[in-house]
């Protein structure tokens, strides 16, 4: 069977499962808003308890970074990544849910060629490409200022 580009396509928008676009744009968009007023609530906590604000937002932050972790360790964060879609991506949740199920998937490897080397095998190219744009963005943002 010759099977070329075009019929490859082809075959592969049938078999794919149709999305309602809008549905899934609102449920991303309610659920990264909910994580995020998640973390607000956290961070109003620690505020009301008097925790200086420069601590309470480095604090909120660990927080839902271990939560997201947590979660993904008992199977909850995959759950709610179905029915959500992008919205448990963006927040720093979806950072901390990317490590923890790349240190999950290869524990059975070991703790040195397993969880030490594929940790970073999803979040490494974002770490990267991030930190590239970053000193490219800020290197143009210098040569802007400077002309």
Known sequence: MNITPQSYGEMSRQASPRSNVKADTAMAFVTGGAICAFGQLIYAFL?????????????????????????????????????????????ITGFSNAVSSSAIEAKSEGFILGVGAK?????????????????????????????
Do not use: E, M
Request: glycine share 10%; net charge positive.
């Open 47 to 91: 505020t009301a308890a008097l925790v200086p604000d420069s601590d309470a937002k480095t604090w909120t932050s660990i927080i839902l970074v271990i939560l997201s972790a947590v979660a993904t360790g008992f199977g909850w964060y995959q759950k709610l990544a179905r029915h959500a879609g992008a919205g448990t991506l963006v927040p």
């Open 119 to 147: 940790i970073f095998t999803i979040a490494g190219p974002v770490i990267l490409y991030g930190c590239a744009a970053s000193a490219v963005y800020g290197l143009l943002l210098w040569i802007g200022s400077n002309v």
